[in-house]
């Protein structure tokens, strides 16, 4: 989780496709978007609407 949380905050592209697991990231959302700041999470759920899908049916 914590370095999911670092690669989403500070990571480059390349790290991004070499560290994330897309199945693993979407099972996590839920958890991983509490820990990281809003206007971070909003970039990500709008550019991934399955992960704005993912936290909202946890929620």
Do not use: C, K
Request: hydrophobic letters at 45%; charged letters at 15%.
């Amino acid at each position: 989780m914590g370095l999911y949380r670092t690669v989403l905050a500070e990571g480059q592209h390349q790290d991004l496709i070499n560290l994330l697991n897309r199945d693993l990231l979407t099972a996590q959302w839920p958890t991983l978007r509490t820990l990281i700041s809003r206007p971070l999470r909003h970039t990500w759920e709008s550019a991934f609407p399955e992960l704005a899908s993912a936290g909202a049916a946890a929620a």
